[in-house]
């Protein structure tokens, strides 16, 4: 586990939230739901996807249909990696890119095979770190790919640190200004800051039992449009690109439904999406130079 000298001193939980949040994911470590995903191409994910899935698969033989339904399942979660690079596009192989809740290490991984550079992934969850770690050694590429024991609203690096910076469905567990301020301060002038996120609509609502039930499931809190638009503006961060993709989003859950590895979680994200409550958004964002 790659701990800086200067992060020692930076406590990781600080506060009652933190620390359930903490013990939730320490706590999540037979998640075949996403263990088992991996096993073919070493890429283990904790993001959702976009796009149809292929509905055939649906009316398969029942002894063939988990299999081929989990398959579908990390192909989509695989391709869902692309909204991010696709925005990080004209990365050079020296850039320095931060993953801000790196999970096991899958978005980390496509991103740097995508584009050789060097990413730190930052993560609060121990086990997750040690399992991306052996995963960089097998890939070859614990050299370029490291992960950090931190929390992404505090981290251990100098401020202008990084080229990019991206979050890929994590940020319902931070403060947004707290976060954004400090990607803003780890970015160079110029820098990149790439988000996917489901968000509450704000435009419709600002109550849902669906979210509620969602942040209850995940320990997190659902923020909304209109926050992280605002948000990034208190701190700089000049949007480029705001996509809504929440008509994409819907499939994923569809497929995962028809899992028996399901969870629970499904029906309230298909009812929330449908219901348009909820919102799968990418923005893509620039650090204004200095005055
Ligand atoms: C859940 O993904 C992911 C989030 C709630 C966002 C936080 C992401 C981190 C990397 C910490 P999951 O794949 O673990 O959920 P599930 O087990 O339901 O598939
Ligand atoms: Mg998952």
Request: aromatic letters at 0%; a positive charge.
């Given at each position: 586990m790659t701990i800086d000298s200067a992060a020692?001193?930076?406590?990781?939980?600080?506060n009652g939230y933190e620390s359930d949040l903490k013990k939730h994911w320490d706590d999540k470590q037979s998640d075949d739901i996403n263990l088992l995903l991996g096993e073919t191409d070493g890429l283990f994910h904790h993001h959702y996807a976009v796009g149809d899935f292929?509905?055939?698969?649906?009316?398969?033989p029942a002894e063939e249909r988990e299999a081929l339904v989990l398959k579908e399942m990390h192909r989509l979660e695989s391709e869902q990696v692309r909204l991010i690079t696709d925005l990080l596009d004209g990365l050079s192989p020296s850039a320095r890119v931060m993953d801000?809740?790196?999970?096991?290490g899958g978005t980390s991984f496509v991103v740097h095979d995508r584009f050789g550079c060097r990413v730190d992934g930052v993560n609060f969850c121990e086990h997750h770190i040690a399992f991306a770690e052996e995963l960089a050694a097998r890939r070859g590429c614990g050299d370029k790919v490291a992960f950090h024991y931190a929390n992404m609203a505090v981290t251990p690096f100098a401020d202008e640190t990084f080229d990019a910076v991206y979050c890929n469905e994590t940020t319902m567990y931070v403060d947004l200004f707290e976060a954004f301020a400090e990607f803003a301060r780890l970015l160079k002038p110029g820098g990149r800051f790439v988000l996917v996120t489901w968000c509450q609509n704000d435009a419709v609502t600002l109550t849902s039992p669906e979210i509620e039930a969602i942040d209850e499931h995940y320990v997190c809190h659902i923020h909304t449009r209109g926050t992280y638009l605002r948000a990034l503006a208190a701190n700089g961060l000049i949007p480029s690109r705001v996509d809504d993709l929440t008509a994409d989003a819907v499939p994923y859950w569809e497929l995962r439904?028809?899992?028996?590895?399901?969870?629970?979680?499904e029906p309230y994200f298909l009812d929330a999406y449908r219901n348009n409550h909820l919102n799968y958004l990418v923005i893509a964002s620039e650090k204004a130079v200095a005055e």
């Open positions: 020692t001193s930076l406590q990781v939980d600080r292929n509905r055939k698969i649906l009316s398969a801000a809740g790196s999970g096991r439904l028809n899992s028996e590895l399901k969870t629970g979680v």
